[in-house]
T-cell receptor, first 109, second 113 residues
Framework: GQNIDQPTEMTATEGAIVQINCTYQ??????LFWYQQHAGEAPTFLSY??LDGLEEKGRFSSFLSRSKGYSYLLLKELQMKDSASYLC??????????WGAGTKLIIKP | NAGVTQTPKFRVLKTGQSMTLLCAQDMNHEYMYWYRQDPGMGLRLIHY???????AKGEVPDGYNVSRLKKQNFLLGLESAAPSQTSVYFCASSYRGIHQPQHFGDGTRLSIL
C-alpha cells in the first residue's frame, strides 16, 4: 500500500529552527508537496520538490531524497504565526496526491 | 480575488437525508477535486475532474456523486447521508500539470446525526 509518515506533533521555541520530516512509500513518484494548514482553515501551498536537493524560499526550505523516500521542511526564525499543521503529500504514478496526516507544530514564546 | 469558494460552510443532516456541496473557482483552473479530512488521517480524495463534463473516482468515492457541468463549478452530492460521512470537506482546484499546486476552499463542516 501507499504510506506517508510524519510526526504527529512537534514543539519549538519562537526564533528557533525546526525540521519536520516526511517519509513515503508510494507507487511511483511525481513530486512532493508541502502545505501549511492553520486550525480551522484551508491548506495553503508551501513548496514542491521533484529533484533531489534543497529548495529555499525565504524562512522555509524543503529537502528531498528520492532514493531514501525522504523529505523535510525546515522552518527558520520561527514566529508565533507558524503554529499550524504541516502536510506532506506525494504525487503517485496515477498523478493523484497521497497525503500524510500532518504534523502539528506548536510554537512557544 | 475569491479563489475557491465553498457553500455551505456548516451543515447538520439527519441520516438518510441528501444534500449537495457547491464549489466554485474563478482562476480558470482545469482540474478540480473533492477531499474529506478526518482527525488523525490525511486528506482523502473522493472524486476529481480534469475538465468540464468529465469526472473520475478517487480513493473513497462510495456514497458520493459529483458533476462538473461548467468549468468553474464542481458539485459533490450525498444521496443518503450516513454518520460515517461526518467530516470536513475541502474542494480544491489547479492548473493542468503535475507540478501545479492545488488551491483549497475554506471547507464545509458536515455532521450527520
Amino acid at each position: 500500500g501507499q504510506n506517508i509518515d510524519q510526526p504527529t506533533e512537534m514543539t519549538a521555541t519562537e526564533g528557533a529552527i525546526v525540521q519536520i520530516n516526511c517519509t513515503y512509500q508510494t507507487s511511483g513518484f511525481n513530486g512532493l508537496f508541502w502545505y501549511q494548514q492553520h486550525a480551522g482553515e484551508a491548506p495553503t501551498f508551501l513548496s514542491y520538490n521533484v529533484l533531489d536537493g534543497l529548495e529555499e524560499k525565504g524562512r522555509f526550505s524543503s529537502f528531498l531524497s528520492r532514493s531514501k523516500g525522504y523529505s523535510y521542511l525546515l522552518l527558520k526564525e520561527l514566529q508565533m504565526k507558524d503554529s499550524a499543521s504541516y502536510l506532506c503529500a506525494v504525487m503517485d504514478s496515477n498523478y493523484q496526491l497521497i497525503w500524510g496526516a500532518g504534523t502539528k507544530l506548536i510554537i512557544k514564546p | 480575488n475569491a479563489g475557491v469558494t465553498q457553500t455551505p460552510k456548516f451543515r447538520v443532516l439527519k441520516t438518510g437525508q441528501s444534500m449537495t456541496l457547491l464549489c466554485a473557482q474563478d482562476m480558470n483552473h482545469e482540474y478540480m477535486y473533492w477531499y474529506r479530512q478526518d482527525p488523525g488521517m490525511g486528506l482523502r480524495l473522493i472524486h476529481y475532474s480534469v475538465g468540464e463534463g468529465t469526472t473520475a473516482k478517487g480513493e473513497v468515492p462510495d456514497g458520493y456523486n459529483v458533476s462538473r457541468l461548467k468549468k468553474q463549478n464542481f458539485l459533490l452530492g450525498l444521496e443518503s447521508a450516513a454518520p460515517s460521512q461526518t467530516s470536513v470537506y475541502f474542494c480544491a482546484s489547479s492548473y493542468r500539470g503535475i507540478h501545479q499546486p492545488q488551491h483549497f476552499g475554506d471547507g464545509t463542516r458536515l455532521s450527520i446525526l
